[in-house]
């Protein structure tokens, strides 16, 4: 069985414009971080006022880990919490 010919250039270049744009996506969008999801956990460790164990029970998170990687306030944990720093 052969293989196709392959496409010329002019055929390309008249499928290159019916591709869909990427838009205006940066590498930085992937990494932001969800202001909601921040106020959630920062509420959370306000509530319980900064208790490592009763904030690895309400997350799921590793107390071990959390203790060895202590959050210096309420936004700091959060950020921690979704970065993955406390997930075993």
Known sequence: MASPAPPT?????AKASALKK????????ALAV??????ALSKL??????DLGKLAAATGCDAALMDAN???????FAKKVLAGAYAA
């Open 9 to 13: 250039p002019e055929e390309l270049a």
């Open 34 to 39: 969800d202001a909601e999801a921040v106020a």
């Open 70 to 76: 202590k959050p210096s306030d309420a936004a700091d």
């Open 45 to 50: 460790f306000t509530d319980n006022g900064g």
């Open 22 to 29: 990427g838009g205006d996506t940066k590498a930085a969008d």
